[in-house]
């Protein structure tokens, strides 16, 4: 009876912790989304809160979004379009990368994984320096092959992908070899497959950082047309005026690719997620 108790107890207090953590999760969002409904000059005066002023909500600031003058769709576009590009390539590339770790022996493996281990423990402002000279060097500034090709392959996307692929076989390599396939013919018709769960999980996770990602293209992007939303939103306030309207109403629609990306993603997420986490 006590151990039933004590079980009870703990679910309980779980069951409370988890919905405590689930309301601050929602909270902002829904404050994002009541503000979204509320004229630019109450936001500017009162700030973001809760208060639900039915009298002073109105659709003026979605009427503005979708018919009035200003650069919105343009950057949302050009995140859309980075996202798509840096997630496909980031997947292939470090795809490749992590099953090389994990499938083959070759000289200097070690020393060449331990590289990436290193890579993992640098923020990207200690390398921001760097990165910007050689782009600059290589004349790609102002140009979206900046954002994309200095995180192609992405050290914890490889990391990942080489603890997922630890567990598979050489036997079924061999198969694949004895059958008369390609290394490359292995790769995509058998392994691929096998990496459905880790597929999803990385591409949330790295369509999470590209969507959002806003220091790396600050430095390198100048045209205000090539903008990504994430510098586009920055640009509505500034000294000498300010868009709350469009700012607020703009965030919210923000939030949509990324809520769709994990819904067409969300059933192997876990199970991804759990199992690079667990191989090796």
């Known amino acids: 009876m006590r151990r039933t108790a004590g079980k009870k107890a703990s679910s309980l207090a779980l069951l409370i912790l988890f919905t405590l953590l689930a309301l601050l999760i929602v909270l902002p969002i829904w404050v994002l ?11 500017l005066q009162y700030g973001l809160n809760l208060d639900i002023n039915v009298d002073r909500m109105n659709l003026d600031n979605y009427v503005l979004l979708f018919t009035g003058q200003h650069e919105y769709w ?6 859309i379009c980075l996202t798509v590009i840096t997630v496909v390539s980031t997947l292939l590339v470090s795809s490749f990368v992590g099953y090389g770790f994990a499938a083959y022996e070759f000289k200097g493996k070690k020393g060449l994984f331990l590289i990436v281990l290193l890579i993992l423990s640098i923020p990207l402002e200690v390398v921001m320096l760097p990165l910007y000279k050689q782009m600059s060097s290589w004349k790609l500034m102002d140009s979206y092959t900046a954002i994309i090709l200095p995180f192609v392959a992405h050290a914890s996307t490889i990391f990942f992908f080489r603890q997922y692929l630890l567990s598979i076989p050489q036997t079924l390599l061999e198969a694949g070899r004895i059958d008369g396939a ?3 013919g292995i790769f ?3 392994i691929v497959p096998l990496m459905k769960p880790a597929f999803s999980a990385m591409a949330i996770l790295n369509g999470m950082n590209a969507w959002n990602n806003y220091l790396w293209p600050l430095l390198v992007i100048r045209t205000s047309k090539k903008y990504p939303l994430t510098l586009g939103l920055n640009t509505l ?4 005026g300010d868009n709350y309207s469009l700012l607020i109403v703009g965030s919210v629609f923000s939030v949509i690719p990324i809520f769709l990306l994990f819904v067409a993603f969300q059933k192997y997420f876990i199970e991804g997620m759990m199992a690079g986490a667990v191989k090796g």
């Open 237 to 240: 306030i500034n000294p000498y």
């Open 182 to 184: 390609t290394e490359y």
């Open 33 to 43: 989304f009541v503000a979204s409904f509320k004229p630019g000059n109450d936001l």
């Open 188 to 190: 995509f018709r058998l």
């Open 74 to 79: 343009k950057w949302f576009f050009n995140s």
